[in-house]
């Protein structure tokens, strides 16, 4: 065994990477002796995240040197933590050990008993408030609101199937497990379960290891072994966790991607998109709290939807919050019409006046008791228009909340005009509305709410002209519209 | 009211963010008694901005001590000011007041009459040469350039229209103001008008505002209350004001992104835009005058179009200008065909042989005596060789200019044959032209100008290369033509 | 002429730029007289370029001093060179005055004989195991890959040719020299020649210098005046020629770019781009070795694919190849289906079952002979395995390597799809096959293969999620595949 002298040298080694200012003078708590034995083993066999560890806050903090800061600078929300916890890094043992009875995937590696899968339920041991607020959010639910909504589930097979050509004819098959994973799970998380245990090879010879379905995945609401939901790593990749990845825009925007969710392509075009490209550098990424004009100067995806912001002179702006959508009212993108933010996170069990587990009927009517009262949205406002208060005036603030919603409004009204056109096409019998997502107009109808008005929507709420523009908004919104009258046209004559 | 001191500690509190080099042990200019009063109360009402201007070079520096640097250096181009704002920090009072008897915007505020938008006229103040060569360019007219063009201004209406589905029919209706704010508008600017008071909740109770029509907006050619034109804010964002952030292609990204203006998208693939993302950590972003080689060692948008470049051995490349086309004898994008730059900013005012108010015809021909002439399209090419030559002999930026005048040719060949497909379905009656923008195949049409062709000039322009082949360039322009003509096969058969 | 004293006083005025860490105590190699009297010159006529070498290694060191550090630190591949390029920096006229009796550039200028373009034959005088591995890559023969294979160029000639309309129909012309090298031979290289002298204009008089054809070009096949083929600075830019820029991501962007070749846009979007992207400023980017964990902490495109890799305890990952192709053993882009890598980088010479010189047959058979064998594949598989064993385990690494291979098959099996349904419209007479590029359904298949198969297997080999769901992903393959067959279903009733 490497004396624990092997890993101060690294820390050494690293100091361009990652050293907290004035962080040389205090003392490093120990690392633990179980932590100890699985870096010197890891420091040859995956060096990398052993040495990504190192640059990370847990590598060089103890719970209880957390705790002893003040409340505004804390990063733990757990009051206490298990003795055996308090005082050493939080190194590989102390996270891959915890609720072992709970974790399928625990199993013995070279003498320990550990778990592969670090999951929200092993986090809340240190971070309780942040997964309390998570598991009420969508996010949390992302795999069972898209694949048990069968709905949703119908537009992923309809997407992700194989087709063939038999006979002059398109026949379509089944979607794979792993055409599924490489895409929409690939965001909202894949179902994680262990069947049996596996013989891997390695350097240090044969080794078991439990067997994975649907492994590797990141996604954001994972369902994993231990029976829990989501997966801190989404946004905090291990193993530095940094909070500088999570509130960078690029981590939003692995998964908030044009065309279907434009979030990023929309807010990197702002003005404030701008600032921070511009201003990158000067920015103070991981300051706890973050203080508007001192840490950034605009700001990014994190600023107003989950951060613990203050002002320079110490004001709290907004409380952080792990349920992404608790500061806002009105949701833009995903569902054919835009509506009240839901109540739950869950959605797949909301069930509308057609009987269908959307928050608004084909029509455009709200699903309303599943959804957030006029009194809520009110006090969401107030809560967001805090947040721009922090270089805005109220008048500005809400000048722009009412572009947003007008433009939503906008937005819907042509996406219904888009029902319309093809409830026509089904009623004249030109396509069948048995799959809603298979045919040529079909697909043309979802371009209109999934791409087209999500990106006019969000780009009102984001003020990315061009977007709004030619790129999918406007200029797509009529486009389409006129060419899926065309295709009536032409199926009727040709039919 | 906090003493001096408060704003001096914030000073310091901000050194991570912006400390020219030096600086501290140059006593800083005072902060005007008015100015204080502003900041003493907006550090809580607004923070971020308050933080934002302090990092500014405004915040560190009087109009005395910018006067006093040498004439390559200088930021000022105003010879003197008025005495009241030469030894100050230019803060917010300085800016805030210009010009009373021209703001239709001034508003008693806490007992100081100030008004909300500062316009390019006030900044003219003490930039005047700046102010001056704007007025002069596209950039300044853009409303009306594309307002009170009737043929632009129904692209605008027919792009944004709500389009109802009435009686088995597609109705269009009336674009909304909201509509346009969203798109075009926001890049080309609003027409702002002060509309009465209104009332508005802070926390300092309830106060009285101007109430504006179309705002927010800082669109480049913004229409102001004050009766000028342009927003500086568009590039120099508030309240830093930072040449740094005008100076990245991030900026000029707000608005000159695909589909229909991808100058950003094609410098960004570039070599140069490869380099400048490569090393911008090296770069220094905010020197004047700006050395080749020294600063930057590959250009950004602003160093060919409008920056003052130096050589290490302080020759001038080129001057500032603000004038963005000042330098460019040709003009690649915005029209269905390329044409020499027109004389003047304000093209609305255009008359070409078709009696319309654009610089060629349908079929191309140029409307030759509002556009510049011969000799100095080969001026400002011997300018614009000059900014090559930094970097490249003259043989291989005449090599380069020669490409680009010949795709632009090409581009413009491949759209006189879709005007021409177009005609003849027009002349079959298959399409009416009553609208040029609103049916099928004339979107089709617009797509081969204002995205294909724009595309592939601007292309040719930066070497990014993608966007000429593949990226809506070349491959779009054939493909979509053959499209157009299949339309038409179609519809000769189904109408 | 100028002292050594100016150079110096360069370099002193150039440390904001480069300095590497040290090196100011090392005595610096001097700079050859030759070398001295072109930069007397050029620091006046091309600044620029002058100020961007001095950022450079080369600026810095003489071979001497490469040559004596350690193996894993080296730069140089050579083991000696002459004695006249030992010991100065390596500098203008080092590399501009090599193997004169190959150069059909090389001219005289104000008393030296120099040529103009330094090629890969040159900088193999010093780097020659680089340019060795590098000329059995596909990207030496860009060049004849695509335009010595007939299939390839008929669809540059295709895709890049003027068309006009004539007598109420569409033709097709001849695709120009300029059109081809806007766009295609951009990244490809063009083949360039001498023609002869010409005569410029600088501002020392009327010079003398070759006439190029196909010039500027800095594609990565370029073929040379001296017969050699490559393009060095493609990827290492002049005249810094920086490690540090081949290594970023944004330089493979250049070419690899959607819709045809999305690497790029996918990477940039997986967890890999997302933290290069976010620490990019902690990295140490021209490290040599280039150590994971320490000097980046996710990879770049240059980390899997050529770079020399090593692990802190200075165990070698991978060894530096030039050759980009060496490390895969599947081939995902570029080709109608996915298929073992070729066994040479002369790809145009591969005759498959069809007689065609494809590395598949348009049903999809593989010309085996051609490529590599089952167990070179699992060797490749082994190598890159160890890549990703810095930070994956193996059961992670074998899984991902699963995904790829069986979304390659799926992509493959839509390609197909495709394909048969083109090969019956062919058989209906409904198009043509003696162009199999040239008519709407046609283009609509290139799209499948080029775009949609290209980008979702190249979104499943570096997990760009949202590019294998709806980004040209799953969803185009299935909605342009529907697509074609309404093409046939309405041709069919209006030819």
């Given amino acids: 065994m490497k004396p624990l002298l092997a890993v101060l040298s690294l820390f050494l080694g690293l100091f361009t990477f990652q050293e907290p200012v004035g962080a040389q003078s205090v003392a490093r708590p120990a690392v633990s002796s179980e932590t100890q034995a699985c870096v ?6 995956t060096p990398g995240i052993v040495a990504d560890w190192l640059t990370s806050h847990h590598a060089h903090t103890s719970v209880d040197m957390g705790l002893a800061k003040p409340a505004v600078e804390r990063r733990v929300s757990a009051t206490s933590v298990a003795d ?6 939080v190194g590989c043992y102390e996270c891959h050990t915890l609720r072992k009875e709970k974790h399928l995937d625990a199993f013995d590696h070279f003498g320990y008993t550990i778990n592969v899968i670090v999951s929200p339920a092993d986090c809340q041991t240190c971070h309780p408030t942040e997964v309390e607020q998570f598991s009420h959010s969508k996010k949390a639910h992302a795999v069972g609101n898209l694949m048990k909504n069968p709905v949703y589930s119908l537009l992923v097979e309809t997407v ?36 049996g245990m596996r013989s891997i090879e390695t350097e240090a010879g044969l080794i078991e290891i439990p067997n994975f379905t649907n492994w590797p995945n990141m996604g954001v609401g994972r369902a994993n072994p231990d029976g829990s939901l989501g997966s801190c790593t989404a946004c905090h990749p291990r193993h530095s966790f940094a909070i500088e990845i999570a509130r960078k825009p690029e981590t939003c925007g692995q998964c908030h991607l044009e065309p279907d969710v434009p979030a990023y392509n929309v807010y990197k075009e702002s003005k404030h998109g701008n600032i921070v490209d511009s201003r990158r550098e000067r920015f103070i990424w991981d300051a706890v709290p973050w203080t508007a004009g001192k840490d950034f100067t605009a700001p990014t995806c994190a600023v107003c939807h989950n951060a613990l912001v203050t002002t320079t002179s110490g004001m709290v702006v907004a409380e952080r919050s792990h349920d992404f959508g608790a500061r806002l009212w009105v949701r833009l993108f995903g569902l054919v019409y835009s509506h009240p933010q839901p109540v739950g996170g869950e959605t797949h069990n909301i069930v509308n006046a057609d009987k269908l587990p959307l928050p608004t009927t084909f029509g455009g009517t709200p699903a309303a008791t599943y959804l957030i009262s006029r009194e809520e949205q009110k006090k969401r406002q107030s809560l967001m228009r805090n947040v721009c208060g922090s270089c805005h005036t109220s008048d500005w603030a809400e000048r722009h909340f009412t572009r947003i919603d007008t433009t939503a409004s906008e937005a819907d009204a042509m996406v219904a005009t888009s029902t319309q056109v093809l409830a026509d096409a089904w009623g004249r019998k030109l396509a069948d509305k048995a799959n809603p997502f298979d045919e040529p107009i079909e ?20 003020s990315g002209q061009s977007y709004a523009a030619f790129e999918y908004g406007w200029w797509e919104l009529n486009h389409t519209l006129y060419n899926m009258e065309e295709m009536i046209q032409i199926r009727k004559k040709v039919k």
Avoid at 84 to 89: F, G, P
Avoid at 446 to 456: D, E, M
Wanted: glycine residues 6%.
């Fill in 40 to 45: 010197d083993c890891h420091e040859n066999a």
């Fill in 84 to 89: 055996e916890l308090k005082r050493n890094v």
């Fill in 160 to 195: 992700t199937r194989p087709t063939a050509f038999d006979k002059g004819k398109l026949r379509a098959g089944k979607s794979s497990g792993n055409a599924k994973n490489v895409s929409c799970l690939s965001c909202h998380g894949t179902v994680v379960e262990v069947k």
């Fill in 443 to 462: 697909q043309e109808w979802v371009r209109q709410w999934l791409f087209h008005a999500n990106t006019l929507r969000l780009a009102a709420a984001m």
